[in-house]
């Protein structure tokens, strides 16, 4: 079709632009997809012809606005989007804004911030999952959102990956059950989800470069299977990651894009690059349909080179409309073109009511998620909920018990609409004739270096002193009083921020607030005398205003805060001490251990006093040196906004821990599935080699029968469960297995019982996992109850991918089937013959 337009260039200047458009007949199924509750639609077929002819009205620029995202929204202070699109206002299409996540959708002013997504899948629970999507959607959408980079789905393949608290599990079905119904509970408020990072996006370290190295069964069977997953719960969006996958950048590998995802699993809607992940403007040859978030944060490829590349032919315009379209689709699923016709806005027409922001709705399921995506590691003695004595005299112990962690550092950060503090919430519930103390233990915050101890002075730029420059860059003479160990700190706003200490860098950090300080720090071992101070902060655009700090803790002020906390332990009944680490995008971790000696402050704590309880505000494995030495270990991972609430009433008994570990604890550094292994992780030569396979996680120590620390599934509660019964079925459509869950105890409790397959005797040509995990239920039982579970598992969940037929095939003969509360604790077994 040739439509002659009048076109508006990039310089201002009108002239007579003549086009030739290929207008793409997309089938309503692709172009739809499965509408979600709360989305409205029109009928498929007027729907496809309307949004072609809305694609031949525009001009060339205003159909290259749609694939080139951009970032100088005038509302975007008022906002706090991450970048957007402008629409087209004379045809009534409106600008889409888009929302930082997943732990929540990271608005202006403020969103609730939500519990971090391994801490949802904890829980075990779909329905919970859908809840948790819908806060991200309802809040997303009350803030002017249209929408939200989440969920995050890649697998936890390494143990110190920084985002490893973004996402689900090391499992594969636990990945696709919990994407699936978050997408469908984002929908359901009428906000877009983008899945993210297709694929293979598992460290940090050389991300934007990293070569992932699968083979195809592993790639099919494990990372996939969330992505795929999300399509079906209709994912309107999919973003594309950094690394390479198999050679070629993700954002520019057709196989991904164009052959798995929008050919064999139909996905309808659009693919946009993480944020500069886009790498040439024949990347929407390939299946990039959008790249973000455009100048003047990135490089431009879908502005001005890709509308050369039209007008001289190398790239023809259908490939444009083809991107577009999908785009408009989306839209149009959403309610977004309800206003939008060829003759320009429809009068009188205006798009979906907005919700307004309900906070308490919102804090509910926040403190819901924390307290059932809680895990109970330890318990010795019961010595939780805290009873009588114990609960009326008590040492709380720890930075985090007054300043929450609520959250990892990255882009998931979201300024919170309240923060429930610990300390606040344990002294209210003990109660006015209780006694509760606080010290720090370890000053992780520290206090300004004096100018004193600094040459040229102090660095204090906060208030009204705060720096109008992009970059502060410093290097500066300390004078260290003593030989130990210093946690010294850069503390700043909206940033990227580099400490070097005598020439070596030590650590290096971001920060996503730009109302709050957050620290990058590290502890060195200084001696008396002078040494060489860099701090390097670098703000994100070219009008920030930056504040910076540099602070630290010296050996003489951490040996009296760590004489103080102990002396405290001893004093009281109960001393629950609160251990953190920091995990963040952008780098990963160097270690299982807990950061800035808070392991040698346990120890020292519980060498006080027997009765002493941890809890971890981390987001993933730690090392626990001093394990048997304490009473309980209650996991909270980093529990968002009502996370202070939640500890409370855990550990008064008030609710019960209802989470079970999505990710194996290994026993330390020694003893994971990267250990010694640098091809593995973090690669050689920009290559990392996914050489385990299919054997990710539990199924990997399950392979090399590893001892763990704390094993995939695993998670006590204040009561104890029984199985029982257990019965195994084959049907055409799967497996269905029923067995007897009875609660023991003498409290209500939530079981979460786990299914696992065993390898098909028949299989020669594929890897196979010792167990597979193929079922799960949560099911909440009083005292003394007891049910019949029946659980169906997919036939999916039997099959495997044969790279040599290029798909899925049923694993069949005689194969063991086990039940029970972990990967390493399954006390019922039977088998089932399974036929093709």
Wanted: aromatic share 6%.
């Amino acid at each position: 079709m040739t439509t002659d337009r009048t076109d508006t260039t990039g310089s201002g200047h009108r002239r007579r632009a003549r086009l030739t458009s290929v207008l793409i007949t997309v089938s309503s199924v692709a172009l739809l997809g499965s509408a979600p509750s709360g989305v409205s639609g029109q009928h498929p077929a007027r729907a496809s012809d309307r949004i072609s002819q809305l694609v031949a009205e525009m001009t060339l620029d205003e159909r290259l606005s749609f694939v080139q995202g951009r970032w100088d929204d005038p509302r975007q202070q008022e906002i706090g989007e991450s970048g957007y699109i402008p629409g087209v206002a004379r045809l009534g299409i409106p600008p889409l804004r888009m929302s930082d996540g997943p732990a929540g959708t990271r608005a202006a002013p403020d969103s609730t911030a939500m519990p971090v997504p391994v801490a949802l899948a904890s829980s075990f629970d779909d329905r919970l999952a859908r809840e948790y999507g819908k806060v991200l959607g309802r809040d997303g959408r009350a803030r002017g959102m249209d929408a939200v980079l989440a969920p995050m789905v890649n697998t936890m393949r390494v143990p110190y990956a920084g985002r490893n608290f973004e996402s689900y599990s090391e499992d594969p079905l636990l990945n696709s059950r919990m994407v699936g119904q978050e997408v469908r509970g984002i929908q359901d408020e009428g906000l877009i989800a983008t899945t993210k990072h297709f694929a293979a996006n598992n460290q940090e370290t050389n991300r934007q470069s990293i070569d992932a190295r699968v083979g195809e069964q592993a790639l099919r069977e494990v990372e996939l299977s969330g992505f795929e997953a999300a399509v079906k719960a209709g994912t309107g969006a999919v973003m594309c990651s950094y690394n390479k996958v198999n050679g070629t950048h993700s954002c520019s590998n057709e196989t991904l894009l164009t052959s798995v995802l929008k050919e064999q699993w139909g996905f309808g809607g659009w693919v946009m690059s993480d944020w500069s992940g886009t790498r040439a403007t024949t990347d929407i040859l390939r299946g990039l349909d959008q790249d973000m978030p455009g100048p003047p944060i990135g490089p431009d490829y879908f502005g001005a080179p890709l509308k050369k590349a039209i007008q001289n032919g190398s790239i023809p315009v259908a490939a444009l409309d083809r991107s577009v379209t999908r785009i408009l689709g989306t839209m149009q699923r959403f309610g977004l073109l309800r206003c939008a016709s060829l003759q320009g806005p429809l009068p009188g027409c205006s798009l979906p009511t907005r919700p307004r922001f309900d906070a308490p709705a919102s804090n509910a399921v926040a403190q819901r998620v924390a307290e059932d995506g809680a895990v109970l590691l330890r318990n010795k003695g019961d010595a939780l909920p805290l009873a009588r004595g114990a609960a009326r005299d008590i040492a709380l112990i720890g930075t985090p018990a007054v300043e929450p962690v609520i959250g990892g550092r990255g882009s998931s950060q979201v300024n919170p609409t309240t923060v429930t503090v610990p300390r606040e919430e344990i002294v209210k519930r003990a109660g006015h004739r209780s006694k509760v103390s606080y010290h720090p233990g370890v000053d992780t915050i520290g206090t300004v270096i004096p100018g004193s101890a600094l040459s040229g002075g102090a660095i204090d730029h906060t208030g009204d002193d705060e720096l109008t420059t992009r970059t502060y860059d410093q290097t500066r003479t300390l004078t260290a009083p003593e030989d130990g160990d210093y946690l010294i700190s850069i503390r700043s706003t909206l940033s990227n921020r580099t400490l070097t200490v005598d020439g070596k860098r030590v650590a290096t950090g971001h920060s996503y607030r730009n109302d709050t300080l957050t620290s990058t720090s590290a502890r060195v071992r200084l001696t008396a005398g002078t040494h060489k101070i860099g701090v390097k902060v670098e703000g994100y655009h070219d009008d920030s205003k930056l504040q910076v700090q540099l602070t630290w803790t010296p050996p003489q002020t951490a040996r009296a805060d760590l004489a103080r906390a102990v002396a405290a332990a001893k004093r009281a009944k109960t001393a629950v001490v609160f251990v953190y680490n920091e995990q963040t995008e952008g780098a990963d971790r160097t270690t299982l251990a807990l950061p800035h000696d808070q392991d040698a402050l346990v120890s020292a704590v519980a060498k006080a006093n027997r009765n002493t309880i941890v809890v971890l505000n981390t987001g993933g494995p730690v090392t626990m040196p001093w394990l048997n030495s304490v009473e309980g270990v209650l996991d909270m991972h980093y529990p968002g906004q009502m996370g202070g609430a939640a500890t409370a009433r855990l550990l008064f008994g008030d609710a019960v821990p209802g989470g079970r570990l999505t990710q194996t604890f290994p026993l330390d550094d020694a003893h994971t599935i990267v250990t010694g292994m640098p091809r593995r992780y973090p690669g050689v030569d920009g290559k990392q080699e996914y050489s385990e396979g299919v054997f990710v996680g539990h199924r990997w120590y399950d392979q090399k029968k590893m001892k763990t620390l704390f094993p995939f599934g695993f998670g006590l509660s204040y009561t104890t469960f029984s199985y029982s019964g257990l019965k195994v079925t084959p049907r055409p459509d799967g497996l269905r297995v029923s067995f007897r869950v009875e609660n023991t105890g003498e409290r209500a409790g939530q079981a979460v019982p786990q299914i696992y397959l065993g390898p098909s005797p028949k299989v020669r040509n594929a890897e196979q996992p010792v167990r597979k995990l193929v079922g799960y239920q949560k099911v909440r039982l009083r005292p003394d109850e007891s049910r019949r579970v029946t659980i169906t598992v997919a036939e999916r969940q039997l099959q495997y991918w044969d790279s040599a037929t290029d798909g899925w095939v049923k694993g069949t003969g005689l194969r063991d089937v086990w039940v029970g509360s972990s990967s390493r604790d399954l006390p019922l077994h039977s088998k089932a013959v399974l036929r093709r």
